[in-house]
């Protein structure tokens, strides 16, 4: 079935370092493809999103591109603030609705 | 966006017994879908409660264990039925409120002793 992979961590960085968090798909089709973020003691929200191959998203500085020939939505940021420490997750979406989810990235970010 | 609120917010329950958790979305809308967050894991989707008709259960998750209720367009109830303590996660519904963009209630934290 349609899954992703997601780069396990935990990835501890210290502030204003450049952060990278892979993630890879597989899908019978073009599934659109999200990056949730999880805040210590709080639900999870939508970062960002990206609906279709070549399509970038971005929110909080946070960027992924859908990349097809790479199946991959690799998160990044240029510089990571202490208040970034969160989980991240990566997501693929069905027609239907559904998400599947990877394992989840514990981001540490030290002063 | 839409608000979307789930009652009760924690409990601790013991084995054995069931917990009704509910779910309020301030909007109307056609699906709403249930998940669980295990300790430390991803979300798993757990099943897919359509207005006036029956749940979408995911393999491994079945209707006697997780029984679902879908009245109207606002709201739904999952019941988490004679729990174990594998049964402790976080349970989370959420909405779609744009093309294949879900969005998530707070979470249910469920513990059973």
């Known amino acids: 079935g349609d899954s992703v992979t997601q780069m396990e961590g935990p990835v501890t960085l210290s502030e204003e370092a450049f952060l990278t968090i892979n993630c890879t798909y597989t899908?019978?089709?073009?599934?659109?493809l999200f990056w949730y973020v999880q805040y210590p003691g709080e639900g999870l929200q939508l970062l960002l999103k990206a609906t279709k191959a070549d399509d970038k998203g971005s929110n909080k500085g946070f960027e992924a591109t859908y990349r097809k020939e790479t199946t991959s939505f690799h998160l990044e940021k240029g510089s990571v603030q202490v208040s970034d420490s969160a989980v991240y997750f990566c997501?693929?979406?069905?027609?239907?609705?559904?998400?599947?989810f990877g394992r989840g990235t514990q981001l540490t970010v030290w002063p | 966006s839409a608000v979307i609120s789930q009652k009760p917010s924690r409990d601790i329950c013991q084995r054995g017994t069931s917990l009704t958790i509910q779910c309020q979305v301030d909007?109307?809308?056609?699906?709403m879908f249930w998940y669980r967050q295990q300790p430390g894991q991803s979300l798993t989707l757990i099943a897919t409660a359509n207005q006036g008709s029956e749940a979408t259960y995911e393999s491994g998750f079945v209707i006697d264990k997780f029984p679902i209720s879908r009245p109207n367009l606002t709201f739904s109830t999952l019941t988490v039925s004679n729990m174990s303590p594998e049964d402790s996660s976080i349970y989370l519904c959420s909405v779609p409120l744009a093309e294949d963009t879900q969005y998530f209630g707070p979470g249910t934290r469920l513990t059973v002793l």
């Open positions: 899908a019978t089709g073009y599934p659109s």
């Open positions: 909007s109307q809308v056609t699906m």
């Open positions: 997501a693929g979406g069905s027609t239907l609705g559904r998400l599947y």
